[in-house]
């Protein structure tokens, strides 16, 4: 499984005691470090957390037994170390030199590690996101053409699978076993979740409102809960990386609307298996929404996948008018809209025109995708 960082990745093997792979449940992060570390030709062991026998055993360590222990190997891949819950006395070893080992954490939502190590090791180039594989590294993979076809297909399956030669029964059970499996092993891990039914229909709910600006007190005023609630969900969602929320824009300028936000979905496959919709594209009622969500998800990925940290935003005022994104990199904006159609070629907004006049504004469609999701 090739990613576009497989040298750096195997450099920092080779050099660095620990290296951090987070990313979406069940993307393959723990076989690409296994496979990496082999090619390298380390002895190593992989440790996988999600196990309640294998947690329970490990958490009874004393400092000098996981000194010991974690000194057998030249390496070791800890799978889905958020559940460890020593990981940070580990780290404290292995920084200090007791453990003299390379350690892979492997992580499909928030650690246990403190800020400002999760600071500093982003800091230091030793974090790389690990997503289902991005639109370009799938034309790296298959060749342009071949991901043209498939464009539809991702629109409606999203990225996790390489090709689509199965029947579409296939992809859309996969999908669905995955979100529940997110629902039940994932969401409740590490946050206090007494409303199970509620939080399924916030997420179904977010997964109707992609796009769209939204307000927490009118969601939580939907699914019957708390203001508070819905924020702690919210952000769980976001730990667990299925969802990216975008804040607002504005710079008090009149008619600026400041207190909503805009979510989208790590996936476009996970959020039609939220609300069993897999009919194909063609018949699709939803397909600007599809196409939008698929556009900014993957620009998204793109960037953390590159090790780069932007800052995204929206744009809309109290007139209706719309920016799509906002993207904040070395000080220079861009902003988009997304429309399908190339017919249908959206404009810069007016007010944002008057207010940001020094923001580049692109139209992205059908036929120019590529340049926007490619750039870095």
Known sequence: MSRIYDSLFAAKLRTNKIIWLEGPFGCGKSTYAEQAIHDIGFDFETIDFRSKLVRNKFNELTLAEMTWYFN??????????????????????????????????????????????????RWEGLSFYFSPKTYYERTMEHGMVQEEKNLENRLVFGNMFSTFDEDRGY???VLTQKMEQILLHQLGAFERINKKKPLFRLLQLLALKVGEGISFNELAESVELDNETVDRYISLFQAAHLLIVLPAMFNDNRYEIKKQHVVYFIDNGIRNALISNF??????????????????????????????????YFWKSHTRQFVDLIEIQDNAF?????????????KKPTLFANYYPNVIFKS??????????ARK
């Not at 006395?89 to 003299?100: A, D, G, W």
């Not at 929404?289 to 900014?296: A, D, E, F, S």
């Open 279 to 312: 009919t194909p594209f063609e018949d699709r009622f939803d397909k600007e929404i599809l196409w939008k969500n698929w556009l900014i998800s993957e620009r998204f990925k793109w960037i953390k996948t590159n090790q780069k940290i932007p800052a995204f």
């Open 364 to 373: 992205i469609h059908r036929n120019n995708y590529l340049s926007f999701l």
């Open 72 to 121: 057998q190997n030249p390496a070791y891949v800890l799978k889905d170390v958020q559940y460890f819950k020593s990981l940070q006395h580990l780290i404290k070893l292995s920084l200090s030199q007791e453990i003299k080992t390379t350690l892979v954490l492997t992580t499909s939502f928030r650690t246990g590690m403190n800020d400002e190590f999760t600071e500093a090791i």
């Open 334 to 346: 861009f902003a988009i809209r997304c429309s399908w159609s190339k017919k249908k070629l959206a």
């Open 171 to 173: 992809y859309s059970e």
